[in-house]
């Protein structure tokens, strides 16, 4: 089943958030549906930044490939504001659909943006990122690459603004919409009432966020279609990454936490590798 026919169901569908292949085969494993490529947690995880528009579209796309060579779900891919003018968007969309994405996130940022939920953000007009979404549209290659259109208009031009330009990507040809970090349930009820029957809604839960944490069934019964945990791994990695580093420095050895992690073969397990090593024997030149 495409992201395109799963997004057409009544359930919704919760995308966790991953960073590397490594993220991506544990959520697969772990039952996801999809996962979603963070373009905050690449921020984090691989130059321990903020997410403030310091990741390349190049960068994004090595990631993309990294997941696809190693799950087979739909990945939903943070493309940011498309780094760069229509132009530019119609290149990330070709080259993110060639690494394997199946839908692109595009905000109305200006450059350098900044996380949705960070203070400060500033956007370009609603008129040049309805052209971006165009350009987007006409750029990808199958009809079942989607584009998802985000507005951050809320912290910046107010909530009403915010529904405005919603209007404005829906006319321009979005496949889901994303109004980010509505400040009550009122909001989000506001948001479902006038777009959940015209294209499927996507929704963020950022802990410590702006927008109230609701749990995918109760953001079901609202009228989501798709929901994000962009960050929640980051999170929970760091404060995994904290506590063992100050057990292993103060303890001189990973003894006292040996029931927090996996042993050498567990992660072996968990990655495959008896499997990809046999593999990898029938192609010996002995076996031929």
Not at 77 to 102: H, K, P, S
Not at 135 to 147: F, G, H, M, P, V
């Given at each position: 089943?495409?992201?395109?026919?799963?997004?057409?169901e009544?359930?919704?569908?919760?995308?966790?958030?991953?960073?590397?292949?490594?993220?991506?085969?544990?959520?697969?494993?772990?039952?996801?549906?999809?996962?979603?490529?963070?373009?905050?947690?690449?921020?984090?995880?691989?130059?321990?930044s903020?997410?403030?528009?310091?990741?390349?579209?190049?960068?994004?796309?090595?990631?993309?490939?990294?997941?696809?060579?190693?799950?087979?779900?739909?990945?939903?891919?943070?493309?940011?504001?498309?780094?760069?003018?229509?132009?530019?968007?119609?290149?990330?969309?070709?080259?993110?659909?060639?690494?394997?994405?199946n839908?692109?996130?595009?905000?109305?940022?200006?450059?350098?943006?900044?996380?949705?939920?960070?203070?400060?953000k500033?956007?370009?007009?609603?008129?040049?990122?309805?052209?971006?979404?165009?350009?987007?549209?006409?750029?990808?290659?199958?009809?079942?690459?989607?584009?998802?259109?985000?507005?951050?208009?809320?912290?910046?031009?107010?909530?009403?603004?915010?529904?405005?330009?919603?209007?404005?990507?829906?006319?321009?040809?979005?496949?889901?919409?994303?109004?980010?970090?509505?400040?009550?349930?009122?909001?989000?009820?506001?948001?479902?009432?006038?777009?959940?029957?015209?294209?499927?809604?996507?929704?963020?839960?950022?802990?410590?966020?702006?927008?109230?944490?609701?749990?995918?069934?109760?953001?079901?019964?609202?009228?989501?279609?798709?929901?994000i945990?962009?960050?929640?791994?980051?999170?929970?990695?760091?404060?995994?990454?904290?506590?063992?580093?100050?057990?292993?420095?103060?303890?001189?050895?990973?003894?006292?936490?040996?029931?927090?992690?996996?042993?050498?073969a567990?992660?072996?397990d968990?990655?495959?590798?008896?499997?990809?090593?046999?593999?990898?024997?029938?192609?010996?030149?002995?076996?031929?």
């Amino acid at each position: 089943m495409s992201l395109k026919q799963r997004l057409a169901e009544k359930r919704i569908l919760l995308a966790p958030g991953v960073y590397d292949g490594l993220s991506g085969l544990i959520a697969e494993q772990s039952g996801a549906e999809a996962v979603y490529l963070s373009g905050a947690s690449i921020a984090y995880t691989r130059f321990g930044s903020p997410d403030i528009g310091l990741v390349s579209m190049s960068e994004v796309a090595d990631t993309i490939a990294v997941l696809r060579d190693r799950i087979g779900l739909p990945i939903v891919v943070d493309a940011d504001n498309g780094f760069g003018n229509a132009l530019n968007v119609q290149r990330t969309v070709r080259v993110f659909e060639r690494m394997g994405a199946n839908a692109l996130q595009l905000e109305d940022q200006t450059l350098p943006k900044r996380c949705g939920h960070l203070e400060g953000k500033s956007l370009v007009s609603r008129a040049e990122m309805a052209g971006k979404i165009r350009a987007a549209c006409d750029a990808r290659t199958s009809d079942e690459t989607l584009i998802i259109g985000r507005t951050d208009a809320i912290a910046v031009e107010g909530f009403e603004a915010a529904l405005e330009r919603a209007e404005a990507y829906i006319e321009a040809g979005v496949d889901v919409l994303f109004v980010e970090a509505p400040h009550s349930l009122e909001q989000m009820r506001e948001i479902v009432a006038r777009f959940a029957h015209r294209v499927p809604l996507m929704a963020n839960m950022v802990e410590g966020g702006k927008t109230p944490i609701v749990d995918t069934a109760g953001l079901e019964e609202l009228g989501f279609s798709l929901v994000i945990f962009p960050g929640g791994i980051v999170r929970a990695t760091a404060a995994t990454a904290r506590d063992y580093y100050a057990n292993l420095i103060a303890n001189g050895s990973n003894e006292a936490f040996r029931s927090r992690m996996f042993d050498f073969a567990g992660l072996n397990d968990l990655i495959g590798t008896p499997g990809i090593l046999e593999e990898g024997r029938k192609y010996d030149e002995e076996a031929n």
